[in-house]
């Protein structure tokens, strides 16, 4: 060894574990910080439960009790959920018996927060580090990624999914083409835990192929990622509808396959679209521009457009179902996928590298567009989630209800039954709660009614302890019950009229007691 060679060594020694996990913590705190804003934004978020939310960890308790213990579950969920009952609803449940309701919330955050980091690196590999920041900020920051992360229902999770499934795509292309079948699970799961999550299923796939020669690789080696991956992710798919039995089938036709379709305007349905996710989009067309315009290669182009056309995946779907139910926290699952593209348009416009370098006049670029644009949209969305978050505060009916329910015999009607059969369930059991959307009772001459007339004979008789009503989903219906429980010869006494804050104003919750 010569002079020079003993030198080198000593002049660069190997780095600590400490100094690596240093320089680790540096080229993450963008990251760190981004979070840190995803959380204290989502945190800004705070109501009582609603109704998707109570329903769903109730019935993950009903399930988990059935697992452990044998008990009956006391109802069919299978059959109307839009996700398998015994994967997130039990997961919920597990964590709502550890660390209560707001755990069952912090498990929706974490979620999404997983996939943020997800995407950062995702991004960061096919685009660069400024595209990454950019990128995460827009997507932890937009109103549905908010809403989710403070959302307990299966959404968050199954956006954990697709993040993990797509990062392993990208992080995967230039090992083994067999490796890419590790992503089909996650993929697979992320369609269980929600039904609607198998819309981004082909998108991951075709992602698996297109990575490939994005990255200067073989263009049949992505196709044998794509052909492996797809029959992986089949395959499960397969066994798994074999697995979960014909009510979970029938589940996945009832609401999502061949879901009741509605008759909203196409137009309010692209003015919510956009309203909640446009921004993100039109910067993810401009990052496809910006890779046709520096040139990167057909499947670089071809993996741009793939991502950013995913974004309007969620629009078209509700747009075939005639409705916006669901849209706002279906548009954030477009949101992952577009993101990535819409960092790399902006950081191109702001004259960031990498991309600028392939094209000289993106080296005049505004550098401050990117801290401006994302500023702002950032100040958007924090105000465009609270909407979002603005059912009745239930606090004060649950409260009033809680000493006049008991187990046993008696019989509660509420119009939306979820919440306090959720927050009560010590208290009551399942058969106990009805709700407004549908009831069937049959008179003294034994004749079976439904509707208005099968309420007014159950009133006639006594046949609940307590009504609720808040002018909710069935207000139309609900001031006709009103009326037939106030009026004279009633059974009914009115013991309570709540006030309950909501975005839209204040709503009330009426309750009536059986004399």
């Known amino acids: 060894m010569t002079a020079i060679d003993v030198l ?9 574990a400490a100094g690596r996990l240093r320089t680790a913590v540096s080229d993450r705190l963008p990251l ?4 840190l804003v995803q959380c204290a934004l989502a945190y800004r978020l705070a109501n009582t439960a609603f109704e998707d939310e109570a329903l769903y960890v109730y019935a993950g308790h009903r399930e988990l009790g059935h697992l452990l213990h044998g008990l009956p579950v006391g109802d069919t969920y299978a059959s109307f959920f839009s996700g398998i009952p015994v994967l997130y609803p039990v997961a919920a449940a597990v964590v709502d018996n550890l660390f209560g309701f707001e755990g069952v919330r912090a498990f929706s955050l974490l979620a999404m927060l997983g996939a943020t980091a997800l995407l ?3 991004t960061r590999r096919l685009y660069g580090k400024p595209a990454a920041v950019i990128g995460t900020v827009l997507f932890a920051t937009s109103a549905p990624t908010l809403f989710l992360g403070r959302l307990a229902t299966y959404d968050a999770p199954a956006v954990l999914l697709l993040a993990l499934a797509l990062w392993w795509t990208v992080r995967s292309a230039h090992r083994s083409p067999f490796l890419v079948l590790l992503a089909a699970p996650p993929l697979v799961l992320a369609a269980g835990v929600k039904y609607a999550a198998a819309l981004y299923l082909p998108t991951v796939v075709l992602a698996a192929v297109l990575t490939v020669p994005a990255l200067g690789l073989s263009w049949w080696r992505g196709v044998l990622r794509g052909v492996l991956l797809g029959a992986g992710t089949g395959a499960l798919l397969f066994a798994g ?6 009510e979970v089938r029938a589940g996945l036709s009832q609401t999502t396959v061949n879901r009741t379709t509605g008759t909203e305007p196409l137009l309010n349905i692209l003015r919510l679209s956009l309203v909640w996710g446009g921004w993100v989009a039109a910067f993810a067309v401009v990052g496809v521009g910006v890779l046709i315009a520096c040139r990167r290669g057909r499947a670089a182009v071809l993996l741009g457009a793939l991502l950013t056309g995913t974004a309007a ?10 409705t916006s139910v ?9 949101l992952l996928f577009a993101a990535p593209l819409a960092g790399a348009g902006l950081a191109a416009l702001s004259g960031l590298p990498p991309l600028r370098d392939s094209l000289p006049v993106l080296r005049r670029a505004v550098p401050g567009v990117a801290i401006g644009v994302c500023a702002v949209l950032a100040y958007y969305a924090g105000d465009a989630a609270g909407p979002m978050y603005g059912w009745p505060d239930s606090s004060g009916m649950v409260s009033a209800l809680r000493p006049l329910v008991h187990p046993g015999q008696d019989r509660y009607l509420v119009e939306e039954d979820e919440v306090p059969r959720y927050y009560l369930r010590g208290q009551a059991d399942p058969q106990q709660w009805l709700n407004t959307y549908f009831f069937q009772y049959g008179d003294s001459t034994g004749k079976q009614l439904t509707g208005l007339p099968a309420y007014r004979a159950a009133f006639a ?3 609940f302890s307590l009504v609720v009503l ?5 207000a139309a219906l609900d001031k006709q019950l009103a009326a037939a429980l106030d009026a004279p010869g009633s059974r009914y006494r009115q013991v309570a009229r709540i006030p309950a804050a909501t975005s839209h104003g204040t709503r009330y919750y009426t309750i009536w007691q059986k004399e």
């Open 8 to 16: 080198s060594v000593y002049a660069d020694p190997p780095r600590t």
């Open 32 to 35: 760190i910080a981004v979070l």
């Open 120 to 122: 950062w690196t995702t």
């Open 241 to 246: 509808l074999d697995w979960a039995g014909p």
């Open 313 to 322: 995946l969620a629009t078209l779907y509700q747009a075939h179902l005639g």
């Open 326 to 334: 669901s849209l706002h926290k279906h548009v954030g699952f477009g």
């Open 461 to 463: 008789d006594g046949y």
């Open 470 to 474: 808040d002018d909710g989903p069935t």
